[in-house]
């Protein structure tokens, strides 16, 4: 099980994990959480240092998405 980021909120309070996507080169991690009725977040990860990088709140979640080809934008 990965650890969890000392700022996270307990496992039941978490909203669920939509969406993933890697970056092109692999090196990044990005997230979507919540759903349509529940907040959630647009979360990024450095997929080597395990390091959560940026995360964008949202007031409901996204159910998917993607990043670019260049990997500037999500």
């Known amino acids: 099980a990965a650890a969890a980021v000392a700022d996270d909120p307990p496992a039941p309070d978490r909203p669920p994990v939509r969406a993933l996507a890697f970056t092109p080169d692999?090196?990044?991690?990005?997230?979507?959480?919540?759903?349509?009725?529940?907040?959630?977040a647009v979360v990024a990860w450095d997929v080597a240092g395990r390091k959560r990088l940026w995360s964008v709140p949202r007031?409901?979640?996204?159910?998917?998405?993607?990043?670019?080809?260049?990997?500037?934008v999500v």
Not at 26 to 40: K, M
């Open 59 to 72: 007031a409901a979640g996204l159910a998917a998405l993607s990043v670019a080809p260049d990997g500037t």
């Open 26 to 40: 692999g090196a990044r991690l990005v997230a979507a959480t919540g759903n349509t009725t529940r907040a959630g």
